[in-house]
């Protein structure tokens, strides 16, 4: 296959883009970090059903949800990446109930929250996955303990993610510049392809649980039934496939809260923070129908939240029209 020009690579863009300005020494650390953990965990991801690496480890998570082995392979490839790069404090991560504090308290450095694999109930039917990354740096000189992951979403300096499907792409968001790199898997280097992300300002997906519909309240009912009169229905069941689209293509991703799910079903220390960052840096809005996702003082490392995540406007119509609706 004939390759077009010379592409920026990851590593290339690492060392212009970030530090910026001087400030956020070591992000580009964190960042090669993440994408050499995705090069690996793209390789089982493939490779998962011919070595046998499909199915659950037979454990349960803190959320009490069901562990894949790809889950916790995941897992422990980020954090042995997370932890090499010398640059990371601590990590808190779904798969694992406590936070994980480095060896070394360093003076600078980062706190790096993730799902390492977004969307486990699709790794066994070779559908769209991915992992999830809020980045936040500490205070110099600040010794870091389990409450220091417990700063909110407006805290973050820099977001990521990674889709594996029909190609793995890394998406990186810092202020006010999202990026994303594509995964040359011959060459294992990532390459930029989409410079300067921005939503589209025209709307034309809506991703949520159609199943869900009956436990809704009346305004959130009538919010997603809005939806539905406008919009396309695209819904893939990993998050993190359905924001990669809607950011791509124009759309509007919700999971709200609803009579089963009363926090909501997502977590928003390692999905709805740092894909919201993600979203408001390219133009976007993430809500939880009542208030700004990366506003919210978290209470806890694994806690959940309602999300209503993608294109500015509709974001704003749809929290608008359930808002409405409590009111009257
Ligand atoms: P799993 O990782 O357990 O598959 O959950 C994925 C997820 O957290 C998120 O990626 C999806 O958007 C959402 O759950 C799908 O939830 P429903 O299966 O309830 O639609």
Redesign the pocket.
Known sequence: MVRSEHRITLQEYATSEWPIQGQNEGLDGVIMAIADGSRLVQQQVQQAALVDALGATGDTNVQG??V?RL?KASSDIFVATLSRSGQVAAIGC?EIERSVIAEINTPGGYIVLM?P???????DVAVS??SIFGIWKKGQGEMVNEDSLLRPGNQQIAAAYVVYGSSTVLVVATNGKVSGFTLDIEAGIFSLTHPGIKIPDECAYY???E??NNVLDEPTQKAITLLRDKYSQR????????FHRNLLKGGI?A?PADQNRKDG???LMY?ANPLGFVAEQAGGAASTGYQRILDIIPEQLHQRTPLILGNKDVVEETVAVINAGQKD
């Open positions: 949800e069901i894949q889950d779904e799902d694999l977004d969307g486990s109930s699709n790794i996955i991915g991703s949520t649980n199943g869900n819904y893939v069941g990993s998050l993190v496939a359905d991703f999971y079903r997502l977590r999905e």
